[in-house]
Structures are given as C-alpha cells and as structure tokens.
C-alpha cells in the first residue's frame, strides 16, 4: 500500500500496536524516519528494524536493476536468501515472473532442500520434515530412488471458508495413494495446525507455501508421476492452470476442465450447451450497466465484486439504492475490477450434490438439502442427508443434470455441483472440480470413502473395479450437518447468517429420523435446545415474515414455552388467534418495562427468535440496531440464537420428536454395519 499517509498517523500507529504495525515501520523508513526514532517509538528492537531496512535496500536495488547487468545474478541470489518470491522481483523489475524463473535457473540460482533439525544439532537427524532455501548450498536428501511418487497440495492456513474438512480429504489422499501403490507420498503444507502436517502421515513433508514458484521448485528436484491438486480446496485449484501451463503433470481432472468450471463465461456456455438452466447474470465494468442489468432482471440481485474494501466479497441489493450504496461505498466496479450480478431467487432451496467421475461413469455420493433458504452461505447452512423436502422427480433431475455436468467436463476425480430448487424447477449455481468441505460428511453418512475412490481414479483405475455406479443404495437413517460459530471470540460480530461465511467449524450426528439427528447435532455444536417450560423471545422485521412465524409460535405456544415478543410481533400474533403472548419493549425504549435487554441479561430467555426483515429500508435504522443489540447481547449471555424461519421450524421439530421419542446413541461403525454397501 504505497497510499500517501500523514506522518502524525503513522507515529501514531507506531506508539499503538496494531495488526498493521509492521507495514507503518516500513512506511516510516520509506518516509525517511530514522531507526532510532522507530524504535522509541514503536518499542521494535533495532536488530529487527535493520532487517526490515535491509530488505527495503534490496526492493530499491531491484527497482534499478535490469537482467542485462552484470551484477543481476547476484543481486538476485541475495534476494532470494532476504526471502523475495520471484514474483515480488519481477514486479520491482518489470518483468514477469517467467522471466525471473528462467533467468535465475540458467545461471544456477535454485534452493536447496533442507530437512528440519529435531535433535538440535547434536547428531543427523533423519526426519522426513522439509524445507527449502537459498542459504544451503546441497540438498540433504537425494531424489532419484527409482521409487514411485505423487505430490499432494494441502489446504494452507485455516480461516473461515478453509478449514479442517479439506484437511481431512488431504489425509485421506495420502492414506489412499499409499493403499494403491504409490511409493512415496509428498504433501506440501505449511500449516502447523493440521494432521496432514503430522510427521507419520506422509512419507515427505515439505512445510512450505503453496504458490506456483514452490510447488515447481518441489516438483523439478523430486519428479514424481504427478500433483494431486482437487483436495486442499480453492488454493490448489487456482495453481492448476499455470502448473499445467510449466509442464506439471496434474493427476485426475485436467486443468482446462478445471477452467472450464471455474471461468463464469465458460461455464455458462457449457450450461447452454447442456441445456440446463442457471440464474441469469452477467459481468460488468461501469456502474450504470450494473444498473440497468439489475433492472432488467428485476430485485433482489446477488452481487459479486472482484475486488472490494473493508472484507465484505457478497451482498444481496433488494433495491437500486441498495445497489447503488454497495457499489460507491464498499466496492469498486471498473473495467479492471468488473463486478458480477446475478439474480438471486428468492424463496429457493439450495441443494448440494457431492460426487466423483473417471471421466465416463459418474457416481453421486449424495444429495445434501440446505434446511435454510438460498441466502445463507453453503458453510453455513444446516445440511440433511438424505433430502427431507425434495420430491423424487427433483431429486432424479438433480441427479441427472449432475451426470450430464460430470462427463461434459470429463471430470477425473471428485466434483460438488450446487442447485436451486424453486416451484419445481432446478437451477445450477456453480461446480466445482475438486473435493468440498461437505465430502467427509458425505463419506462418513454413506460409508463410502469418496476420497479413496478419486484418488484410485486418478491413478487409472475406474468405477466399475469398485461395483458402483451412478448412485449408491439408500441409507437407513438420517446425517445432519451443523455449522459450529465462534461469536463469542469474535467481538462485535453480528450472529445474523448470509451470502458470506461466517462458521468456524461443524458437527455432523446420525439419528433414527431428521429430529433425532439434528438434535444430536445441535447439542454437539453447544447450542442448547431449550426445555418446554422454558421462555422464547420472537422478534421478526416486515409483515410477510411476521405472518409466516404464526403457526411456529402456536406449535411453541402448544409445546409449553411461554412466548415473549416485540411490540408489532406481539400484535400480529395476537390477531392470529394466539394467547399468553407477552410484550418485551424495544432495546431504544430502556426507561420501558419490562425490557428485553433486562430479560436477556436476568436470563429469563431460553431462546432467542430473530429474524430480520429481508429488505430493511434504511441501513442504520433504529430497527437494525435494536436487532442487531438482540442478537449480540444473546450471544454474549449463552443463550442460542435463530436468524432463520426454517432452522427455527426444523428446531420445532426437535421438541415434538423429544416428547415422543428417546435419543439413541449408536457407534459410527453400528451406523454403517447397517448400509447394503459400504467402501471404507
């Protein structure tokens, strides 16, 4: 960020540490602040601040120097052991990254491999830790050892969006390339969190950074048969184009169908082709043209910046001004930074499909059912195996379209394709080529190991050496996937779900029906399902919500639970016919008793019903906020909290099932000692 900033706020930075404390010292020497001023103001170490200062001098030697120097070779050696990417020296340069790759290798500037020292240098330590680096000047191990083998790319850090699930297809490639005859099994990661990073997992780890420069670094000094790109998530499937493109053999799914799935444009066609339907969008660079495409296909619309600020990447616009406030205010739209509309279908059911392919005969793992409407993120989203709602004749055109997406592609290895249903008609949101953070849930509610599979498919093998094709025989129970959040930790976060994710984790629990499994799964994700002479605050935004929460209240009224609700919620329940509703007064009106933040802090609420209008008119309206206070001040007592009508009505559910009906705890291996077939 080379953005002008005033002095006084870069002092001011230096004095208070902040997450951005690094980047203002280097702007400070930038700015030709002194080392020793840095220092008594930030409090940083001089011998810390002459690093970084050392590797300002390189970035400015490298912004004078061209390839033609004579120097160049060394100054780029020296780069590369102050820690500069070649793409980091191509940029000071002017140049591409190709460039700089070919040029530091004619003149024989590559790493060397190193193996992480656990004995502290006592004696040779013989570990299959690795690392590479520029400060050696021979490899500690040797590559030609006439043995077999396949590098797998890991997931890389943990955040929300990427977490342990893709850890776990990553393991369990490892697993099955060592069950199907490869030799050595390579993964590169660089996260200390994860299993695949546990030294008796693969035969090599390399504990480096996922980018094009590493894995090709990796891959010219071991030559193995191939990479293994489709189980680490997004990180890896984006590598998969420019790897293919420097000559890596790419193990399963080619890189053109991998771009084919992932370029909006291609897909689309290909859809098409298919004739299969998808929401109508388009990519534009000027704000007027997302104006007036958002008015030709009519509100709301999904909007999908390339490039944004302050963290936000997906907004639901209900409206023009809507649109037009996200656009000037939080993203930027430009030829350069084009945003992506498309129209977002209210009311819909979002359905998964996870599956793998070798390339002719498809098999379908599973169709998932999102319990919440379209809207909430896939991560996000309270998942049923098998479909509670979805009408056989649905579910057959789900599977069908699957099947037509997968050969068209000529997918090798696992895919997830993503469908909205709607008055009886299906559409595809996207595909991806490459294994989803639902497929452990998948595998485990099926006791099929699909990762096994794709990984023997992209060794050569076929589905048909395995006896299953198309689809696997129907389970005997229910799995239910429930996404785990960590609002306790995440000071000020809003609890209210949407287009971005916002889960850390989550849980999956098999039962004897979908209550007995989303009951298991609730308790397992520490949220408490209240007892039926507990108390339920119900507050709902816009009247067309307020009479969908009807019937949900009278069930709750039925089950026992003493209702609490806001003014207007109140009224509209009341109308309906509905009893003994009492009336907590507006977080705004603190002077008003009773109050529901003294209910909330006194604990006298077991549960907290929130639904927020869809399309609230005014931003920072009092409603919001007072909405917004509910939610957070629940949170931060304990005591659960619901956003969405479905998940409320599926937790209604629960506690008419618990009335009736005991919960029974089975073992996984009981589960599936009862499957017709099971691969594990």
């Given at each position: 960020d080379d953005e002008p900033e005033p002095l006084s706020a870069i002092k001011d930075c230096l004095r208070n540490p902040t997450d951005e404390r690094l980047f203002k010292i280097v702007k400070a020497m930038k700015m030709?602040?002194?080392?020793?001023?840095?220092?008594?103001?930030?409090?940083?170490?001089?011998?810390?601040?002459?690093?970084?200062?050392?590797?300002?001098?390189?970035?400015?030697?490298?912004?004078?120097?061209?390839?033609?120097?004579?120097?160049a070779p060394e100054i780029i050696r020296e780069a590369k052991r102050l820690g500069?990417?070649?793409?980091?020296?191509?940029?000071?340069?002017?140049?591409?990254?190709?460039?700089?790759?070919?040029?530091?290798?004619?003149?024989?500037?590559?790493?060397?491999?190193?193996q992480i020292d656990t004995l502290a240098a006592e004696w040779p330590a013989k570990t299959n830790y690795l690392y590479l680096t520029y400060s050696g000047d021979e490899d500690d191990i040797k590559f030609d050892t006439g043995r077999k083998k396949v590098i797998v790319l890991g997931a890389g850090v943990f955040r929300i969006g990427s977490s342990v699930e893709f850890d776990w297809s990553g393991v369990n490639t490892i697993w099955a390339l060592k069950k199907h005859g490869i030799d050595e099994a390579i993964m590169i990661n660089y996260n200390p969190e994860t299993v695949s990073t546990d030294y008796d997992i693969s035969d090599k780890l390399y504990f480096e950074e996922?980018?094009?420069?590493?894995?090709?670094?990796?891959y010219e000094k071991e030559k193995p048969l191939g990479v293994i790109v489709s189980v680490g998530g997004q990180i890896p499937n984006n590598l998969a184009l420019k790897l293919s493109r420097a000559g890596v053999r790419l193990l399963g799914t080619s890189s053109e169908s991998i771009d084919a799935a992932e370029d909006r444009s291609k897909f689309s066609a290909l859809l098409d082709e298919l004739g299969i339907p998808q929401p109508k969008w388009s990519k534009l660079t000027t704000l007027e043209e997302a104006e007036k495409f958002a008015e030709e296909i009519g509100y709301p619309v999904l909007v999908r910046p390339s490039y944004v600020l302050s963290g936000y990447a997906m907004?639901?616009?209900?409206?023009?001004?809507?649109?037009?406030?996200?656009?000037?205010?939080?993203?930027?739209?430009?030829?350069?930074?084009?945003?992506?509309?498309?129209?977002?279908?209210?009311?819909?059911?979002e359905v998964e499909v996870d599956g793998v392919s070798d390339g002719e005969d498809v098999l379908i793992g599973a169709v998932i059912e999102h319990i919440e409407q379209a809207g909430v993120h896939s991560g996000d989203a309270v998942m049923s195996i098998p479909p509670q709602s979805l009408s056989s004749n649905i579910i057959r055109k789900i599977e069908d379209y699957s099947w037509k997406i997968a050969r068209a592609l000529r997918i090798k290895g696992p895919f997830n394709i993503q469908y909205l249903v709607k008055n009886g008609e299906v559409s595809v949101i996207e595909c991806n080529l490459r294994a989803s953070r639902s497929l452990p849930y998948v595998s485990k509610s099926r006791g099929v190991?699909?990762?096994?599979?794709?990984?023997?498919?992209?060794?050569?093998?076929?589905?048909?050496?395995?006896?299953?094709?198309?689809?696997?025989?129907?389970?005997?129970?229910?799995?239910?996937?429930?996404?785990?959040?960590?609002?306790?930790?995440?000071?000020?976060?809003?609890?209210?779900?949407?287009?971005?994710?916002?889960s850390t984790g989550e849980v999956a629990c098999i039962g004897e029906n979908f209550a007995d499994a989303l009951l298991k799964a609730l308790q397992s994700a520490e949220f408490t399902v209240p007892d039926e002479d507990g108390a339920v605050l119900i507050t709902v935004g816009g009247e067309k919500m307020k009479r969908k929460i009807i019937s949900l209240a009278r069930s709750l009224n039925d089950l026992g639970f003493k209702i609490y609700a806001t003014e207007h919620t109140a009224d509209a329940l009341r109308k309906a016919g509905l009893k003994n509703i009492a009336v907590l007064h507006k977080v705004g009106d603190p002077s008003k008793k009773p109050n529901i933040i003294d209910y909330i802090v006194q604990r006298k609420i077991d549960l907290v019903i929130n639904i927020p209008a869809a399309n609230p008119e005014g931003e920072m309206s009092e409603i919001l906020k007072d909405e917004y206070t509910i939610r957070r001040l629940a949170v931060e007592y304990n005591i659960p909290v619901?956003?969405?009508?479905?998940?409320?009505?599926?937790?209604?559910?629960?506690?008419?099932?618990?009335?009736?009906?005991?919960?029974?705890?089975?073992?996984?291996?009981e589960y599936m000692d009862s499957l017709p077939f099971k691969y594990w």
């Open positions: 030709g602040m002194s080392i020793k001023e840095i220092y008594r103001l930030s409090g940083v170490d001089p011998w810390f601040l002459y690093k970084i200062k050392n590797i300002l001098e390189m970035e400015e030697k490298l912004k004078k120097l061209s390839s033609s120097d004579g120097k500069f990417s070649d793409a980091q020296i191509a940029k000071c340069m002017g140049v591409s990254e190709e460039e700089v790759r070919r040029f530091r290798k004619t003149r024989g500037i590559i790493p060397v491999v190193k996922l980018t094009l420069e590493r894995v090709l670094d990796i907004r639901v616009a209900y409206s023009r001004k809507d649109l037009r406030d996200y656009l000037e205010l939080a993203a930027s739209v430009s030829p350069e930074y084009p945003v992506v509309i498309s129209k977002f279908i209210e009311g819909a059911k190991n699909l990762i096994d599979i794709s990984t023997a498919i992209m060794l050569g093998k076929t589905l048909k050496e395995f006896g299953i094709r198309k689809r696997l025989p129907p389970i005997p129970y229910v799995a239910v996937k429930v996404p785990q959040f960590s609002f306790m930790r995440l000071s000020g976060a809003d609890p209210v779900l949407g287009v971005e994710m916002l619901v956003t969405t009508l479905e998940l409320a009505s599926a937790i209604v559910k629960v506690l008419k099932n618990r009335r009736t009906s005991k919960i029974v705890i089975r073992s996984l291996n």
